[in-house]
């Protein structure tokens, strides 16, 4: 079945610079690569997705890049600011279920 | 809100009480999903629904009971929990098959501590 894994478990940035957050899937046939951020006290919300078929995909200051043949993606945030903080979680989707990374405690610090 | 709502927000029960958690969504989806999440661990997918039909049960315990009256609506019904089973419970909806820019969208969760 499909393995996701996520790295740093935690990152601590200072305000200004950016942050990357790297994931790894096993199953070729995934197509579908969801980010979600979670604050405290709520449920994960989408922040930013890729379909296999894009390389790049760029959203203000988020941006997602996918290598289809390393079978890895990453989440990309520049000019961090305090409110980033928060937990983030790639995912991979085989035939419509996600499979979630182990997740990613970023702090922002002003 | 996200449109998708889950009560009660938290719940304290005992190991030989009965209670349930609620998900209400708003979105029109047809996919509905319980989640299980732990401190440490991935989420943890324990049910799916598609079109009121359960699609998938992921090797749950049965003191975990999902029901799924309407695509608007699903329940887990608790029994007879233990400690370990102290987590957040995130519902979520989707489009089946998922839509790009909008896969799952997840409620706040229920906060449950089996005492």
């Known amino acids: 079945g499909e393995n996701v894994e996520q790295h740093p478990s935690t990152l601590s940035v200072q305000e200004g610079d950016s942050a990357v957050i790297k994931c790894t899937y096993s199953?070729?046939?995934?197509?579908?690569f969801p980010w979600y951020k979670q604050e405290l006290g709520k449920g994960p919300q989408l922040i930013i997705d890729?379909?296999?078929?894009?390389g790049e995909k760029k959203d203000q200051r988020i941006a997602v890049t996918l290598n289809k043949t390393a079978k890895h993606f990453s989440l990309h945030i520049t000019e961090t600011q305090p409110e980033d903080s928060a937990v983030y979680f790639c995912a991979a989707t085989l035939t419509d279920k996600l499979i979630f990374g182990t997740g990613t405690r970023l702090q922002v610090f002003p | 809100e996200t449109g998708v709502t889950q009560t009660p927000r938290h719940l304290v029960m005992g190991m030989t009480n009965k209670k349930s958690l609620k998900c209400e969504q708003h979105?029109?989806?047809?996919?509905m999903y319980w989640y299980k999440q732990s401190a440490k661990k991935p989420l943890e997918l324990m049910f799916v629904y598609s079109l009121e039909e359960r699609v998938e049960n992921n090797s749950v315990p049965s003191r975990f009971s999902p029901e799924c009256p309407n695509s608007s609506h699903l329940f887990l019904h608790l029994h007879t929990l233990q400690p370990e089973d102290s987590a957040l419970y995130l519902c979520?909806?989707?489009?089946?098959?998922?839509?790009?820019?909008?896969?799952?969208?997840f409620g706040s969760g229920t906060r449950l501590t089996v005492v």
């Open positions: 890729i379909r296999s078929n894009v």
């Open positions: 979105l029109g989806h047809n996919a």
């Open positions: 199953d070729s046939a995934s197509n579908y």
């Open positions: 979520a909806s989707s489009q089946d098959p998922l839509e790009v820019g909008y896969g799952y969208t």
